[in-house]
Nanobody
Framework: QVQLVESGGGLVQTGGSLRLACVASGSVFSIDAMGWYRQAPGKQREFVARITSGGSISYVGSVKGRFTISRDNAKNTVYLQMNSLKPEDTAVYYC?????????WGQGTQVTVSS
């Protein structure tokens, strides 16, 4: 089992920055990749960014150049640095951990970008 806890959400103005953190605990050795997803009101959850155990990184096109995913293996933590935030980035952001065929989710953290 893997437990994921997000933090760092909040309210920010357009153009501002936030850094989200996701701390993993439990069977962290089994995690192949960790990532971030988001879900805006009335919309489906969508992929935002992902980093594998080998260091491969991918982003959804709408955040490329603005968001940066990184990890601190010593702290079992993955970060999402979000710069140049836009109102359309407003959503609940969820941390995801993939361990083989199993996926784990955090409880989510709200990010609100005011115009």
């Amino acid at each position: 089992q893997v437990q994921l806890v997000e933090s760092g959400g909040g309210l920010v103005q357009t153009g501002g920055s936030l850094r989200l953190a996701c701390v993993a605990s439990g069977s962290v050795f089994s995690i192949d990749a960790m990532g971030w997803y988001r879900q805006a009101p009335g919309k489906q959850r969508e992929f935002v960014a992902r980093i594998t155990s080998g260091g491969s990184i991918s982003y959804v096109g709408s955040v490329k150049g603005r968001f940066t995913i990184s990890r601190d293996n010593a702290k079992n933590t993955v970060y999402l640095q979000m710069n140049s935030l836009k109102p359309e980035d407003t959503a609940v952001y969820y941390c995801n951990g993939q361990a083989g065929y199993r996926g784990y989710w955090g409880q989510g953290t709200q990010v609100t970008v005011s115009s």
